[in-house]
Nanobody, 116 residues
Framework: VQLVESGGGSVQAGGSLRLSCAAS????????MGWFRQAPGKEREWVAN????????NYADSVKGRFTISRDNAKNTLYLQMNSLKPEDTGMYSC???????????WGQGTQVTVS
């Protein structure tokens, strides 16, 4: 499974961005896909995930109500719509895929989001 993120950039506080994660390989067999972010000098944190079987969405408290995770099966693409962005949302955003309910097995390279 290969994951390639895009859509990052620089935006002012209050703005929006939509991140994309294009999946290839046996991505359709994944149990869960998610988004993570890492700010400079900080540990990577989980942002949101989507259970592929039933489309259950889960969000970190810090982004709940502002971010939306979704997918387009026809395009094998996972999205993260980010609204009302804050400077603390700045970081490298990566998507990941898990074969089961445990650890994430596959990771993308990431796309940078900067909010000023």
């Amino acid at each position: 499974v290969q994951l390639v993120e895009s859509g990052g950039g620089s935006v002012q506080a209050g703005g929006s961005l939509r991140l994309s994660c294009a999946a290839s390989g046996y991505s359709y067999t994944m149990y869960r896909m998610g988004w993570f972010r890492q700010a400079p000098g900080k540990e990577r944190e989980w942002v949101a995930n989507l259970v592929m079987r039933d489309s259950t969405e889960n969000y970190a408290d810090s982004v709940k109500g502002r971010f939306t995770i979704s997918r387009d099966n026809a395009k094998n693409t996972l999205y993260l719509q980010m609204n009302s962005l804050k400077p603390e949302d700045t970081g490298m955003y990566s998507c990941a895929a898990a074969r089961s309910g445990g650890v994430y097995n596959y990771w993308g390279q990431g796309t940078q989001v900067t909010v000023s």
